[in-house]
């Protein structure tokens, strides 16, 4: 299917950018790609309904509403990755990064988890996107290794500050560094719970009527991950829970 329209995502989307829908529109195996030309989404769409695919079999979602992948002609801003973006119902693509699997599945895992039984702390959403990227893509050890290496290198002076890390105050922390070592930490929790032990958390948070899986409940599987010593040498500038090597 083809069409050719506009949509405005509100400027609040990217710290104040207004984004305009890409006007050339494929849709295919439940997913919808909009970009500039209509090439360039059916050379993508087939790649990116597969990767929609495995994270929905990994996350377990029935009937899920069709997701949108924005391939932009603009660079983001406000974008963690500094490349992607997940505003619903789109994952936003900067021009350049269409190639960038790893973002597409990490925001295709936002994507579905708001359809999950109750929200996981910020921290570890954030980490089990990435978790999420990996498995998707047959790139776990990969990426296991990559946050490994971080994690090594990185002290945490209070998980339970981490865990309470709003979404908004993840985008804010000001050293990459910081972002870096707080992932590191929400994917290791999120590697030792496991996709299914982490939904039944949040079966059981909704059970208690909560709407988010409690930090305390996360904190004895952080004792296990940090139970060696790390040691730490400087604190980055404006980051004062995590520091780095």
Partial sequence: MRSCFLLLLPACAAQGQKLIAPPCVVERDGILVRAEYVEEAERLVGDFAELDRRVRDLLGVQDPPTPEVW?????????????????????????????????????????????????????????????LGGMARDQLGEVRDRYAYVLRRTRVTSIHHVLELSSQEFREISD??????????????????????????????????????????????????????????????????????
């Fill in 71 to 131: 391939l932009l002609e603009v660079e983001l801003e406000g974008s963690t990755t500094g490349t992607c973006i997940w505003v619903p119902p789109a994952v936003c693509l900067e021009k350049g990064q269409h190639e960038n699997r790893q973002a597409v599945v990490h925001e295709l895992a936002h994507h579905y988890l708001r359809r999950w039984p109750a929200r996981l702390p910020a921290v570890v959403d954030e980490g089990f996107a990435d978790l």
């Fill in 176 to 245: 990459p560094r910081g972002t870096v070592a707080i992932r590191s930490v929400g994917f290791a929790l999120a590697d030792r719970i496991g996709v299914e032990g982490l939904r039944q958390m949040c079966q059981r948070a909704k059970a208690l009527d909560l709407e988010q899986v409690p930090e305390e409940w996360l904190e004895p599987t952080w004792a296990e991950v940090a139970s060696r010593s790390f040691q730490q040498k400087e604190i980055p500038p404006g980051l004062e829970v995590v520091t780095l090597l």
